[in-house]
């Protein structure tokens, strides 16, 4: 008897509950999955645009310049009154939401308050809300990927250890991006560089696999198309003077932002109050959108609209949309709205470039405004998000960069990560 139970113990597990091969398995799966769902939110803000704007987003139209400008106004404020009640009963009513850094810590997610939440998040965007829509697919992938850990547990396939259970939420994270953007390189490195901070092998290659399933998933609805047009793709070298000057101002405009976005996170209403600030900071995002509607959205319409300038009496309204955009993305955050921060400070730096542009354009030779703004939106990106590979990679995805800007885009995007980073540590050392 003792023989046969020490045999019975010593019988090897399925070959599908060998840790390497779940592992491979659930990235597939969860690659599809989560690619479904990225698919599904896309739609989803499809619906909402032609419901509230009468108006279909894309590379071509942006901004809902066709719209009146009273819709666009009553749009958003309504949007603003819905999502307010919405996040308030989710926030005091039920299980409040669990954030991808606190799952990561091994706090649960709540599936069907997540889900909620995620999609009131798309819905205000939807509206016109001024936020990033990214946060969205992300948190539904990190979700996902624990109900999927939470599945393979009650089917006793137990092999996964609890950092490969991290490694594929955070792969999901990122393909949740991927499949919104159609940026695969972009989703692995958020999820490496951001998310884990652990860079191997497998790392790189569980992200990227789930990446590219979800990517290829997502582009069913959107295609292979850039989420932004450029006019002219071609670098000069005479690219890399202009940024040497661009990417400082970047480091410390990026610095700032930063600090302004956790401020508003920190600070953020969770309470009834957001029954008030919500649709008040709603009412001025719609009062703006009424006179320039290029502030609606995760900032995309702006962002477009520097990219193709090209003449000096732009540069005003690039000034005064920057700054509004500013204004308002942090006033909507804390306010009690939830969202991402990428897209905004794509949109911002986009701005700041093209400006920068037109004051150097005439001194560096080769210089466009339309690579000011690109080099501006790749800067900035990396110096607020203090993620230099995932702002390089996700620029040329998402625009479809020639080769030649390569190497300005890099020295830019290194010089702002550090100096955006001592700005940071010399605020933090001064409150300490």
């Known amino acids: 008897m003792n023989v046969k139970m020490i045999q019975k113990k010593r019988q090897p597990s399925p070959w599908y509950q060998q840790p390497s091969c779940l592992l491979v398995l659930s990235t597939l799966v969860l690659g599809v999955i989560v690619g479904l769902s990225s698919m599904l939110l896309a739609l989803f803000l499809e619906v909402i645009e032609q419901c509230f704007l009468h108006f279909g987003e894309s590379a071509q139209v942006p901004a809902p310049t066709g719209t009146p400008a009273l819709i666009r106004l009553l749009s958003v404020f ?34 069907w308050q997540t889900m909620v939440h995620v999609l009131t998040q798309i819905f205000y965007v939807g509206t016109g809300g001024s936020i990033g829509r990214e946060l969205a697919p992300r948190e539904a992938g990190a979700v996902l990927a624990q109900q999927w850990s939470a599945l393979l547990e009650r089917l006793h396939w137990t092999s996964l250890s609890t950092e490969d259970k991290r490694l594929l939420m955070t792969a999901a994270a990122g393909a949740g991006f991927a499949g919104i953007y159609i940026a695969p390189l972009t989703g692995m490195f958020f999820s490496v560089e951001v998310l884990y901070k652990k860079f191997s092998l497998k790392t790189v290659g569980v992200s990227l696999t789930m990446a590219t399933i979800a990517m290829l998933m997502g582009a069913l609805v959107k295609g292979f198309q850039p989420y932004y047009l450029l006019n002219d793709v071609r670098f000069s070298m005479s690219s890399v003077v202009f940024v040497l000057v661009l990417a400082p101002l970047s480091g410390l405009a990026g610095g700032w932002f930063r600090k302004c976005f956790q401020w508003a996170e920190q600070h953020q209403t969770k309470n009834g109050q957001i029954l008030w600030q919500l649709p008040l900071a709603a009412l001025l995002t719609g009062i703006v959108a009424y006179f320039f509607p290029e502030i609606m959205g995760n900032g995309r319409a702006l962002a477009q609209f520097a990219m193709n300038s090209s003449h000096w009496d732009i540069i005003g309204v690039l000034v005064l949309g920057a700054l509004l955009k500013v204004i308002v993305t942090v006033l909507t955050i804390r306010s009690g709205a939830s969202g991402g921060t990428l897209t905004p400070s794509i949109a911002i730096g986009s701005a700041l470039g093209a400006v920068l542009g037109f004051f150097l354009s005439g001194w560096v030779p080769g210089m466009t405004i339309g690579q000011g703004a690109v080099l501006g939106a790749g800067t900035l990106l990396a110096a607020s998000q203090q993620a230099p590979l995932m702002a390089m990679f996700m620029l040329i995805e998402i625009t479809h960069l020639d080769g030649s800007a390569i190497l300005p885009l890099a020295i830019g995007i290194l010089i702002a990560t550090t100096v955006s980073r001592r700005v940071l540590q010399t605020k933090t050392s001064k409150k300490d």
């Open 78 to 111: 309504a949007g603003g009154v819905i999502a307010a009640v919405i996040w308030w009963l989710l926030r005091t009513k039920t299980t409040p939401t669990v954030s991808i850094k606190s799952a990561l810590a091994g706090e649960k997610m709540p599936f």
